[in-house]
DNA sequence: CTTCTGTTTATAAACACCACA
DNA sequence: GTTGTGGTGTTTATAAACAGA
């Protein structure tokens, strides 16, 4: 019934092309009208360039496996002069052939229309956080709570596919999601609560009441959640900034028995890769967030991309891929031979046999041998064939090498995207990105850390968050920055 | 059966004196000979300095509870000119009327010999530490592990009282005991096991074998615990420096059916207090190590010390008195009460009822009605009274603020008490002392952060490592900084 | 007094990784 | 060389006790 304890299975990597289920465009209602700009397809060398469809902010560039990163700089820096200032900072590549631009554009409405529900519709506790002097401001478009759609009480029952499957997320992933859910990314217990089991209906039809145990224990007991308490009683559950990966939701892919993210384009999802990454919200000086790309590696830019990656991420095992009815997010399987020697040999999987009862109840065996409890000496009553059911999802905190601060004071009104800049110019970033190496190495191109980052994020979720400070959208005076200047001083870094 | 899963409770204010068996002076033993000087008790007010029976660094200062600091410095001045240059810098504090001198060191003496048991004589497994090219210094004498007295094979079954009762120790505690007790501070795993089922016979005989798999999970899973892998394939644990208390299961006392550790003298029992401390091993620079006396504190004070134990240890939650059974550390109350407020009306404790069936394995009950899942709604069946049920001892790592460094590399041939010296110089501890305070409230004498560093250690265990790298034994060119021009500043500083 | 929130430990489990047979 | 295999290490889940508001 339930699965595993060990639960890190969140995006997996596909075998096949999905069962596409054919209720699909029935819900194109997003906002197309409100942020989303007319899509600007600049064809050079096959790229295509398409705005998100609700988020101003971002890019969705189609890359072919055949365009080299200089065309994609090129596309990028043509599609920048067609924008205005405060253009676009975050990017999401598509790597392998799509569809044409309308699929592109619902591939991103149907996954970011995040779950129509009433958002302050359940018991009135959301309530707090508006009233209890947070002076936060109002509309903040940097962060990913793109929903609100109104929808006063839809069928709850609708939100999830078989209304009560245990999601396939950690409570981490999903505390997390629920945290970055916010604007203000600080919520209550009880918020946190309510925000699960109306995502994810099983916690509040078939869980055990345990499970709300299980949500305070990840809360306390991992460092990246810490508790601020405002001047008045009700304390608020924060992400540290420095370690936020910024994962939400609505960036991961629901499989097919999922109706809303369903919607996939045939033709996306055979061949194409998704990568979006979020880069650290606080200041990450040390460790680059670049644009991923496939670019042949020998083994030793394998073992340094290897280190980087375990200064990065606090993981210390390596996630791998792989199962079906996970949810899944595509991508190009050149990108994972990098770090994970493509172990995608997927034995055919008999599935069933005690499938339903894989879940061992504590205390009732007393394996006297092992001493992990769960190695049943005996091989015959063994879980059958559990390879295959691997994953690449990286929910852990960031690690950040020297720490610095002890995490700033409770700050209300901060939106971290604003306060805490990635970089000040875009030369800081590029002179970071090449100094980081100059210690050893120093002659690997820039795309290297393109794939390390990638396997940074377990090679399934990078979303480029160039994000300086001077293009902020209220940051005007400081916006003459030009972006296309930036792209330049990218390209010389490449090709040197 | 099992106790309870949560167990900080370790050692536990007691009630009453004990009930102490007969069988006493049976092992006195130990090193007497070795290096044991010779009791000098210079009865300044009531002090009495007595050489510890078997560490020659360490000097046992018994102080009345009339006595003042100045006496108390006064006393260690004089014992100071008795003794070598490369004098004693570990100091055990007990407090209260206690007996003869013979007594005081017989206390230690049992207390220190650790449980005779051949070192080596299980499985042959722990040669692999002095062999695999580890370069340790052989003699270092400045760690806790005293014993080795080459006693081949005694009846394992004495080592503890029931022979198989569970020891009230958390796995971090005994993981700490057991890696302490080394002294290069490193074991590898097997040793570790061997180490617990050695001390503790109860994992050998009647845990279940997942004990093993607690234990991987306590090192994995705590971070003050680090593995560090030899050039060979071997690798060992050890305990972050900076983080380490030095607890040694030797600085237990042992309740009364513990043969070895009951041969407490009677007279001790009654209103001694005992107060040992073991000082991280590593820099500290910011929170100072000092003698613990009872002071009057009056509530802000105490605010003030509560929120410097919070920046010392890394526990968020305050560890309380009490129990009966559980292994007791004497101490005088006045001292507990500067920080909880003296809750030591415990109830007559009805023993039994289901007492042996408190444990409650998972999964059974399903509790629909409670997050926290054995908050049984029925309160006919909740475990009876445990209140007064507590305990003191803080095992959790040292919290060190800045944390500047990731933690060294591997340093086989490191001993931490002499290559990581806790001060410079003595002039250096004082004024890191003094120069703590200087933000905020500057004029709370230095006995206030006595009275805190106890609540640190949870008022149980006070070491006072004074450890200065300029006296260490072999390091005698150095050594002309006189001791006893560190105790008139010490003076000075406190008359401030 | 209870309930909710928060902290800490214990235990089971899955699975990754690796030395070694 | 490959290939299990068992020991070791990491991570998550769940139950539980208990502190504190
Ligand atoms: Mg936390
Ligand atoms: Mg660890």
């Known amino acids: 019934m339930m699965s595993s304890p060990r639960r890190p299975i969140i995006l997996t990597r596909r075998k096949r092309p999905f069962q596409r289920n054919e209720a699909d465009e029935t819900q194109n209602k997003s906002s197309t009208a409100s942020g989303a700009r007319s899509v600007s397809a600049s064809a050079q060398d096959g790229i295509r360039v398409v705005d998100h469809p609700t988020r101003p902010e971002a890019l969705v560039v189609v890359v072919p496996e055949t365009a080299g990163l200089q065309s994609v700089l090129d596309a990028l820096t043509v599609k920048r002069k067609e924008g205005g200032t405060p253009g676009p900072n975050k990017f999401i590549f598509l790597s392998g052939r799509c569809g044409s631009d309308d699929e592109v554009k619902a591939l991103f409405q149907a996954t970011s229309e995040n779950k129509n529900r009433p958002e302050a519709g359940v018991a009135g506790n959301d309530q707090t956080l508006?009233?209890?002097?947070?002076?936060?401001?109002?509309?903040?478009?940097?962060?990913?709570?793109?929903?609100?759609?109104?929808?006063?009480?839809?069928?709850?029952?609708?939100?999830?596919?078989?209304?009560?499957?245990?999601?396939?997320?950690?409570?981490?992933?999903?505390?997390?999601?629920?945290?970055?859910s916010k604007k203000n990314k600080m919520m209550t217990l009880k918020e946190i609560y309510n925000w699960i089991e109306d995502h994810f209906p099983y916690f509040r039809n078939v869980a055990k009441p345990g499970w709300k145990n299980a949500i305070r224990h990840n809360l306390s007991l991992n460092d990246m959640f810490i508790r601020e308490r405002a001047d008045g009683k009700i304390s608020y559950w924060t992400i540290k900034p420095e370690e936020n990966r910024g994962l939400t939701l609505d960036q991961m892919y629901k499989p097919a028995f999922d109706p809303v993210a369903s919607s996939f384009p045939q033709?996306?999802?055979?061949?194409?890769?998704?990568?979006?990454?979020?880069?650290?919200?606080?200041?990450?000086?040390?460790?680059?967030?670049?644009?991923?790309?496939?670019?042949?590696?020998?083994?030793?830019?394998?073992?340094?991309?290897?280190?980087?990656?375990?200064?990065?991420?606090?993981?210390?095992?390596?996630?791998?891929?792989?199962?079906?009815?996970?949810?899944?997010?595509?991508?190009?399987?050149?990108?994972?031979?990098?770090?994970?020697?493509?172990?995608?040999?997927?034995?055919?999987?008999?599935?069933?046999?005690?499938?339903?009862?894989?879940?061992?109840?504590?205390?009732?065996?007393s394996h006297p041998f092992s001493s992990t409890p769960s190695n049943s000496p005996e091989p015959w009553k063994s879980t059958p064939l559990d390879k295959?059911?691997?994953?690449?999802?990286?929910?852990?905190?960031?690690?950040?090498?020297?720490?610095?601060?002890?995490?700033?004071?409770?700050?209300?009104?901060?939106?971290?995207?604003?306060?805490?800049?990635?970089?000040?110019?875009?030369?800081?970033?590029?002179?970071?990105?090449?100094?980081?190496?100059?210690?050893?190495?120093?002659?690997?191109?820039?795309?290297?850390?393109?794939?390390?980052?990638?396997?940074?994020?377990?090679?399934?979720?990078?979303?480029?968050?160039?994000?300086?400070?001077?293009?902020?959208?209220?940051?005007?005076?400081?916006?003459n920055l030009s972006w296309s200047q930036f792209i330049p001083e990218l390209k010389l870094d490449v090709s040197l």
Chains 1, 2 share one sequence.
């Open 388 to 479: 295959g059911n691997r994953s690449v999802m990286d929910f852990s905190p960031i690690r950040t090498p020297p720490q610095r601060h002890e995490h700033s004071e409770l700050s209300f009104c901060s939106t971290p995207f604003r306060d805490l800049p990635l970089f000040g110019s875009p030369r800081e970033l590029l002179a970071s990105c090449s100094h980081e190496q100059q210690t050893e190495s120093s002659n690997h191109s820039l795309t290297e850390d393109f794939v390390l980052d990638t396997m940074n994020d377990s090679l399934s979720n990078i979303l480029m968050d160039i994000s300086f400070s001077g293009l902020e959208d209220d940051d005007l005076d400081m916006a």
């Open 267 to 365: 033709a996306m999802q055979s061949e194409s890769s998704v990568v979006v990454m979020s880069a650290p919200v606080a200041e990450v000086e040390e460790e680059r967030v670049c644009i991923p790309f496939s670019e042949p590696c020998n083994s030793e830019q394998k073992e340094i991309l290897r280190k980087r990656y375990e200064r990065i991420s606090r993981r210390k095992q390596r996630l791998v891929p792989l199962s079906n009815e996970e949810p899944v997010l595509l991508f190009d399987s050149s990108l994972v031979s990098t770090f994970q020697e493509m172990e995608c040999d997927l034995e055919p999987r008999q599935d069933l046999q005690l499938q339903s009862e894989t879940f061992k109840t504590p205390d009732k065996g």
């Open 130 to 180: 508006p009233n209890s002097g947070c002076t936060c401001k109002e509309k903040f478009d940097g962060c990913v709570q793109l929903q609100e759609p109104q929808h006063t009480e839809e069928n709850p029952s609708a939100v999830k596919g078989p209304l009560s499957e245990r999601p396939p997320y950690s409570y981490m992933a999903m505390i997390q999601f629920a945290i970055n």
